[in-house]
């Protein structure tokens, strides 16, 4: 069926509810779990007073932020007890639906697992969808994972 699951994570409660059902789909199918963290920079970027802020330090506190969501969710996933391997991604000049397929595409997933927020009306006009995009554009299936407040 499946022997490596592509999972986008960031630390959110959401993103936390796509792991669990990972770690579930990888236990069935005795799979390895793909973990991706994305250092969104473009959409940093996209707010002026931000950009402003970005700072050497400000880069890095954004990195050791993504490492330390790494290796939570590593730890989760070896407790389990499968396979994982993690990925710290930086999307400069890509947005993060972008870097999560090009990701698949590079790690050899067979299907991405992912939260979404389900975001709609003008949340979603003005926030975006990373999850729509993501289905949109990605080479394998992908299994979206709603919170359940949304």
Not at 35 to 57: C, K, Q, W
């Amino acid at each position: 069926m499946y022997s490596k699951i592509l999972v986008p994570i960031d630390g959110s409660p959401t993103s936390e509810l796509g792991l669990a059902e990972a770690i579930r789909l990888a236990r069935l199918c005795n799979a390895r779990l793909h973990l991706v963290h994305v250092v969104d920079m473009l959409s940093f970027n996209a707010y002026p007073s931000a950009g402003l802020g970005i700072t050497p330090e400000v880069f890095d506190l954004l990195h050791q932020g993504g490492e330390q969501i790494l290796l939570k969710a590593r730890a989760g996933v070896e407790a389990a007890g499968l396979p994982v391997e993690t990925q710290l991604a930086e999307g400069f000049a890509q947005r993060v639906a972008d870097v999560v397929t090009d990701a698949a595409v590079k790690c050899g997933a067979q299907l991405i697992v992912l939260g979404t927020h389900g975001r709609r009306g003008v949340g979603r006009a003005l926030l975006g969808s990373d999850a729509e995009m993501i289905v949109r554009q990605a080479p394998v299936p992908v299994l979206l994972l709603r919170s359940p407040s949304a």
